[in-house]
């Protein structure tokens, strides 16, 4: 309220004493020093520039030494604001992912060795396991600390045809988890030859972010692809898994080195502004009046400022009027 920090700043504070892990204190250490206004300042200063110069030309038309603009102008400006927030916001993702963990989740047709793999990664027995097929019939979860990353685990119900009704519904709860997951790990018996379950499995999940895993090495009988990652939940030989998973992620983990914002309303709101300057871009675009793109530009603005909670403190209007030397 007295302009010591930024809003920013202050959840930086709450960030840093409600965090649990390393990740989320390194995040909320740059906030703290000011990262997320250094990030967000520069997308604010070229909107002010850019809308700047349509409220010149609709609010002075008498400044004739004030060149109109046209669309062609802006339209390379514009584009360029989009690019930055884009860029941003992917960085900010995996700032997510490191802070929140990858939503991790193991799924597969029964009795593979899921629930074995969630307590091997545990490293206790959380999940029961027994060798009667359809054990698990609810999800499972718990968190596991990687050397760079957090895995947010998810064990599921093994995936098949059945008529029993508590198995049915759980496995309806695996496939929503496999829809809301970050990762899936698609385990698969290489004690056996694969089935038509397996199949389908790899099927319905081909487009998705997964890790095709081979359970069970200690007692191979199926033909594996020579590239295949072969693990032993039963015995706790899952090193295979865990390179292959910090080797997906490594990409992300600069996250945790370079300032990002990690925090979800600066996130939402980023994205809300990117949806406003699509929109401005849509109508300069399609070329109608130049002026109509300011009313998305400035919701956009809103957002921009509103990330730093400086929403009421100072419209646009007073900042333009204090840069342009407008109407004095
Ligand atoms: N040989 C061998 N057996 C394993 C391994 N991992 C699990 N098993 C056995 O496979 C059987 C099924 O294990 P679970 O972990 O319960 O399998 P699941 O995929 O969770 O099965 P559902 O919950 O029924 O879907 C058990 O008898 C385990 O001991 C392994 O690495 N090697
Ligand atoms: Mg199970």
């Not at 060798?131 to 019939?137: L, N, S």
């Given at each position: 309220m007295n302009g010591r920090i930024d809003l920013t700043q202050a959840e930086a504070i709450n960030d840093l004493i409600s965090g649990k892990d390393q990740g989320v204190t390194k995040v909320a250490m740059q906030a703290l020093r000011g990262g997320v206004r250094k990030l967000i300042e520069p997308l604010k200063e070229d909107l002010i520039q850019i809308i700047g110069q349509i409220e010149v030309n609709i609010d002075y038309p008498e400044y004739y030494d004030v060149a109109t603009v046209t669309e062609e102008e802006l339209l390379p400006k514009t584009k360029e604001w989009l690019t930055k927030i884009n860029e941003l916001l992917s960085k900010s993702q995996s700032g997510k992912l490191m802070r929140e963990g990858i939503k991790t989740v193991i799924l597969g047709k029964p009795n593979v060795g899921k629930s074995s793999l969630l307590n091997a990664l545990l490293e206790e027995d959380k999940a029961i396991v027994t060798?009667?097929?359809?054990?698990?019939?609810d999800l499972v979860e718990g968190y596991v600390r990687l050397p760079s990353i957090t895995l947010h685990l998810i064990d599921t119900a093994g995936i098949r045809e059945t008529e029993d009704v508590v198995e049915k519904i759980g496995i309806d709860k695996s496939k929503q988890a496999m829809n809301e997951a970050d990762l899936i790990i698609v385990l698969l018996d290489a004690s056996r030859e694969l089935s038509n379950e397996d199949y389908e499995l790899l099927e319905l999940t081909k487009d998705k972010v997964r890790l095709v895993v081979y359970n069970k090495s200690d007692d191979v009988k199926a033909e594996l692809p020579s590239d295949a990652i072969m693990i032993s939940a039963r015995q706790n030989e899952i090193e295979p898994l865990i390179d292959a998973i910090e080797a997906m992620y490594e990409k992300h983990s600069f996250a945790l080195n370079e300032p990002t914002l990690a925090n979800e309303r600066h996130i939402a709101l980023l994205k809300q502004a990117k949806e406003y300057m699509m929109k401005a871009i849509e109508t300069l675009e399609m070329g109608l009046e130049v002026d109509l793109a300011t009313i998305d530009m400035q919701s956009a603005y809103d957002c921009i400022i509103d990330i730093l909670g400086e929403k009421g403190k100072k419209d646009l209007l007073d900042e333009l009027f204090s840069r342009f030397c407008l109407g004095k």
């Open positions: 060798d009667i097929e359809g054990t698990t019939r």
